[in-house]
C-alpha cells in the first residue's frame, strides 16, 4: 500500500466513510472524476443508510422482523379487518398525527405481526421504536421505581416516535402495576403514538387493571385518537394454517 492510499483509508476510516475506504473498488478509469466522485458519494450514502436502518432496529428492540409481505391478509382469517386502512398505516402518517393503534383479537391472530410489520416500515422511513411486551413494560417499571430512577425510565421510552406494547391484557395487574402502565399511556397521550395489541376488548379491560375508574381512565385515552384494527375472527390463523399444512402433506 503506497503512502497516499494509506492516509486515504486511515482517514476515511477516522471519518467513517467505508465506501471511500474502499475507494478502489468504486473507481472506474475510464470515468471522469466527478463521475467518480459521485458514485463513491452514492455508495456512501447508501452504505450509511444501511448502517443507521441497523441502529434502529437495534434500538426497537424486535423480536424478529415481520413485513406486510408475509402478513397474511385473507377475508377468511380476518373477516372484519379492513385491509385498506391496515396497509395505510404503512405510510407512518399516523405517528406524524400523533395517533394511535390498537389491534385487538384473540390469541393467533396476527396482531404481533401486524404490529412488528408497521413497526419495521417505520424504523425504514426514520422513525424510532421501541417494541415492549406489557409484562416486561410493567417489571421494567417497577425496576425502575424501586431504583428510583423511574421518571428517567419513562422520559427515556417516551423519546421514541412509535411504542409498541404487545400482549395487553393477556395478564392481571395489581393496582400498583396498572398505575404504572397509566403513567405510560398519559406521559405519551397526544404527544407520540403508541400501538397496542390485546386479546379483550375495552369493555373487558377493567378485567385485568383490576380498578374501574383506572381501566375508564386508560380506555378513554386510548381510544380518543386511537385507528382500532378488528382482528377478531372464527378461528385462530395459526391453528387454521398448522391444519392446512398437515392436508397438503398428507395429500402429497
Known amino acids: 500500500m503506497n503512502e497516499h492510499k494509506e492516509a486515504i483509508v486511515k482517514a476515511a476510516n477516522r471519518l467513517r466513510l467505508n465506501a471511500f475506504a474502499q475507494y478502489e473498488t468504486y473507481i472506474n478509469p475510464q470515468h471522469s472524476l466527478e463521475e467518480n466522485l459521485y458514485a463513491l458519494l452514492q455508495e456512501q450514502v447508501l452504505l450509511s443508510d444501511n448502517q443507521r436502518l441497523l441502529r434502529r432496529i437495534r434500538y426497537a428492540g424486535f423480536p424478529q422482523i415481520k413485513t406486510f409481505n408475509t402478513f397474511v391478509m385473507s377475508k377468511e382469517h380476518l373477516p372484519y379487518l379492513n385491509f385498506d386502512e391496515f396497509r395505510t398505516l404503512g405510510t407512518c402518517d399516523f405517528i406524524e398525527e400523533k395517533n394511535d393503534v390498537v389491534a385487538i383479537g384473540p390469541s393467533g391472530r396476527g396482531k404481533t405481526h401486524a404490529s412488528l410489520a408497521i413497526g419495521y416500515e417505520a424504523v425504514k422511513r426514520g422513525y424510532s421504536v421501541r417494541f415492549k411486551r406489557a409484562c416486561d413494560l410493567v417489571n421494567e417499571m417497577t425496576e425502575a421505581r424501586s431504583e428510583k430512577h423511574l421518571a428517567d425510565y419513562i422520559k427515556t421510552l417516551n423519546r421514541c416516535q412509535l411504542l409498541i406494547i404487545d ?86
Open 167 to 252: 400482549e395487553v391484557g393477556y395478564l392481571n395487574y395489581d393496582i400498583n402495576a396498572s398505575s404504572l402502565l397509566f403513567q405510560v399511556i398519559g406521559a405519551r397521550y397526544e404527544r407520540a403514538s403508541t400501538f397496542y395489541t390485546t386479546n379483550l376488548e375495552f369493555s373487558k379491560w377493567c378485567n385485568f387493571i383490576g380498578d374501574e375508574m383506572l381501566a375508564s381512565a386508560i380506555v378513554d385515552r386510548i381510544a380518543h385518537h386511537a385507528i382500532i384494527l378488528n382482528m377478531n375472527g372464527p378461528k385462530g390463523w395459526r391453528l387454521e394454517h398448522a391444519r392446512s399444512k398437515q392436508q397438503r402433506g398428507a395429500s402429497d
